[in-house]
C-alpha cells in the first residue's frame, strides 16, 4: 500500500534534509515540499503566505494522483493546524493509501537557533520566511508553533515522534527509519 509520510516539526529541525534522503534511498517516491512548489507561482517573493495557500490544493491533486498510480509520497511540511493536517490525511484515504504522521522535535531553543541558523543561500525562500517570522513577532512567533505543536501531537497519539538534534542528521535519520519500518 503506498504511504503518505507527513514529516512534521519547526521550521529548521530538518524536515527537508530528511525528506530528501529518504526518497534516495527509496525510489520512486515523490518528494512534495510545498515550500518548493510555492516558487513556482509568479509573484510569491510578495506573498509568500498567500502563495502557500494558493499551491496547496494543487498540491494535494498531485500527491493524490501519485499515491494512487505510482507510489509513496514524502511531505516535508509544517503543519499546525489540525484542520490542515486532516486535509493531507483525506487526500492520502482518498488515494486507497496509508497516512503516516512523523513529527521532527528539537528542544524549543535548539529549534529557534536552527531556524537562524539554516540560510544556506540553497532555498530562496529561507530569507522571506525570516523576514515573515520577524513581522510575526520573532522567536516568540516561533515558540508560538512549539506549543500548537504539541497540542497537536496530544490531539493525534498515533503519531511517531522522532527527536532531532542540531548536527545529528545521521542519528536523526536513523531514528526516521526505525519508526517507518512497522508501517
Known amino acids: 500500500m503506498a504511504r503518505l509520510i507527513l514529516i512534521n516539526g519547526m521550521p529548521g529541525v530538518g524536515k527537508s534534509t530528511l525528506a530528501r534522503r529518504f526518497a534516495a534511498d527509496h525510489p520512486g517516491t ?50 499546525a493546524r489540525l484542520s490542515e493536517l486532516e486535509r493531507f490525511e483525506k487526500a492520502a484515504h482518498d488515494a486507497g493509501a496509508e497516512f503516516v504522521e512523523v513529527l521532527i522535535e528539537a528542544a524549543e531553543d535548539d529549534g529557534v537557533r536552527r531556524f537562524h541558523d539554516r540560510d544556506d543561500g540553497n532555498d530562496p525562500w529561507h530569507p522571506i520566511v525570516r523576514d515573515i517570522v520577524w513581522e510575526s513577532g520573532g522567536d516568540e512567533h516561533l515558540r508560538v508553533y512549539v506549543s500548537k505543536l504539541a497540542d497537536l501531537r496530544a490531539q493525534r ?15 536523526t535519520y536513523a531514528s526516521l527509519r526505525t519508526a517507518l519500518d512497522g508501517c
Not at 498515533?158 to 545529528?168: F, L, N, Y
Open 30 to 79: 515523490l518528494v512534495c515540499d510545498i515550500d518548493l512548489l510555492r516558487t513556482f507561482i509568479s509573484g510569491w517573493r510578495g506573498d509568500f503566505v498567500g502563495a502557500g495557500a494558493r499551491i496547496r490544493p494543487a498540491a494535494l491533486g498531485m500527491i493524490r494522483g501519485y499515491l494512487r498510480e505510482s507510489g509513496d509520497v514524502v511531505l516535508p511540511q509544517l503543519l
Open 157 to 171: 497519539p498515533a503519531t511517531k515522534v522522532i527527536p532531532s538534534v542540531a548536527g545529528e542528521v545521521d542519528a
